[in-house]
């Protein structure tokens, strides 16, 4: 894989919304002293008077994201997810949400990717909070194409959006002519028949590394990117679930309230089938270097195999 782009998906946050920016003067970019981290200095640097410096102070980033949002401008909300949607939670809540605001949330280093940041700065419980909020639209990409092309998205839709991003950089995996983003919308990168393994973010490279050995072992994997858990593309899940009789769920994240727990909705209603979640199980993470973490909680492709090809027995 040493040959293969990577890019963490915040970088490529930074760098759309300076293109946006360009294109947009309505476009605002806020931080919450973070802006080296998150990547919006970028944004700073060619759009200085569109660039706000909230301080370490996040739930008065998310009211001041919402009182631009009320004039006209589309704000974009930048911090850490453990901030975003941890520490802010009440004011997107009732200052975004509620009001249904045009308000995008810019949320970077979320999971136990962040690494050596530890178990305080790891979020793994975001996507869960932030289903929750009625009308938030949840999305996490998994590479530099798809993030580039959800931050697009996102600011063409009316509406409070959470937009979730990395520090590690991690395959770029879409860079083909064919791909398409569109909210709500998943897309099959492998057909199979065996199993079919759902995968967001990051976990979506684990998914199809994991996909090569199962077929080694005469397992055929049906792989699907779910970029965005709220809307859930039901229509596929169920889809797929119907074809192979077999899902798995990859995410980093807890497999309380993610994309795991989306599925299982969905599929308890629809299409009862059989679901093994792989995630983070109820715990906290640890300080560590990102790709060792990752494969501590078997969230890499040689992790997710091993954890597919023991559930099949």
Known sequence: MSDVKKVATRQSYGEALIELGKEHDNLVVLDADLAAATQTGKFKAVFPERHIDCGIAESN???????????GKVPFASTFAMFAAGRAFEQVRNSIGYPHLNVKIGATHAGISVGEDGATHQCNEDIALMRTIPGMTVINPADDIEAKAAVKAAYEMDGPVYLRFGRLAVPV??????????????????EGKDVAIIATGLCVNSAL??????????IDAMIVNIHTIKPLDEELVVEAAKKCGKVVTVEEHSVIGGLGGAV?????????????KIGVYDVFGESGPAVKLLEKYKLDGQGVYEQVKDWMK
Not at 265 to 273: A, D, F, G, R, Y
């Open 61 to 71: 980033m998310m009211g001041i994201a919402a009182g631009l949002a009320s004039t």
């Open 264 to 276: 299982c909705e969905v599929l308890s209603e629809k299409q009862p089938t059989p679901v093994k």
């Open 173 to 190: 995996i879409n860079d083909n002519p064919d791909y398409k983003f569109e909210i709500g919308k998943g897309v099959v990168l492998r």
């Open 209 to 218: 590394e994991a996909a090569e050995k199962l077929a080694a072992d005469g």
